[in-house]
């Protein structure tokens, strides 16, 4: 089971920035894994983010397209998530997954 470790969470105003790192421990197999970014607000359920294939095809949630980039370095087998124009409504816990597989989570603050 591939192990996923988020980080760089945090607070930012509207309109900042902010980059998430997810590293995987899927070693030399982490290059034809799918990874998938999620999030999970307050009192909601959990809701897809951000996923990007072993082909590097990506796929937006429609609240994030054209403000949120995921990418990948297979050589650090790392996926990030880069994180612009941010609204108060993307507060949430930000998961990394693969598979069955999922991180701990990152907190995302954006607030005033």
């Known amino acids: 089971q591939v192990q996923l470790v988020e980080s760089g969470g945090g607070s930012a105003q509207p309109g900042g920035s902010l980059r998430l790192s997810c590293a995987a421990s899927?070693?030399?197999?982490?290059?034809?894994?799918?990874m998938g970014w999620y999030r999970q607000a307050p009192g909601k359920e959990r809701e897809f983010v951000a996923s990007i294939t072993g082909s590097d095809i990506t796929y937006y949630a429609d609240s994030v397209k054209g403000r949120f980039t995921i990418s990948r370095d297979n050589a650090k087998t790392t996926v990030y998530l880069q994180m612009n124009s941010l609204k108060p409504e993307d507060t949430a816990v930000y998961y990394c997954?693969?598979?069955?597989?999922w991180g701990q989570g990152t907190q995302v603050t954006v607030s005033s």
């Open positions: 899927a070693g030399i197999m982490f290059r034809f894994a799918n």
């Open positions: 997954m693969s598979g069955v597989s």
